[in-house]
């Protein structure tokens, strides 16, 4: 069994003077956001054994500000090309990863990341994490989906089970 986790960025600001939108930094809102989401993702017992980020500033801060919350140490692989990846792209970064890892967090932007949760969730998908996934992936939101295979090659689109959709307003 594997577990995919799929959080995007928190909240950022604008580009400062002189920065483009690769280095646009998280807002106060955004800094707790980040830290609910991974104290949320600590809750659910989600530990991940790799974490696959986006090397722009706001993805990397959301990482850095999630990770003091769980009770693992996972290997961290920060890539540009997560950055405003296309959907493929960031299924094949998962289909990549490290066979020996079960859970893997995907740390990036949308709207790559809300048609990835969408196109993986198959039929057995929680109904409540389905409406909140059609709601649309806010900032800081968090997608928890489980396959049922050994190998993270096998991943194809419908074979997921969407257990948990998270918003950071609805945790107060």
Sequence with gaps: MKTLVLLRHAKAGQAGPGLGDFE??????G?????????????????????LCSKA???????????????VAPRVEI?????????????????????????????????????????LSGADSDPGALRGLAGGFPTAGLAVLIFETASWLDIDPGQGRLT????????G
Excluded at 24 to 29: G, I, K, Q, S
Excluded at 37 to 51: F, S, T, W
Excluded at 164 to 171: D, K, S, V, Y
């Design 164 to 171: 948990h959709f998270l918003r950071p307003r609805e945790l």
């Design 24 to 29: 646009r930094a998280l807002t106060p809102r």
């Design 57 to 71: 500033r706001r993805a990397r801060q959301t990482w850095d500000l999630a990770a003091p919350e769980l009770s």
């Design 31 to 51: 800094t707790e956001d980040a830290a609910r989401m991974g104290r949320a993702m600590a809750g659910l017992g989600l530990n991940p054994d790799l974490v």
């Design 79 to 119: 890539g540009r090309a997560l950055y405003l990846a296309a959907p493929g792209v960031l299924l094949d970064s998962v289909r990549r990863a490290d066979y020996a890892a079960g859970t893997v967090l995907l740390v990036g932007h949308n709207p790559g990341l809300e048609w990835l949760a969408g196109a």
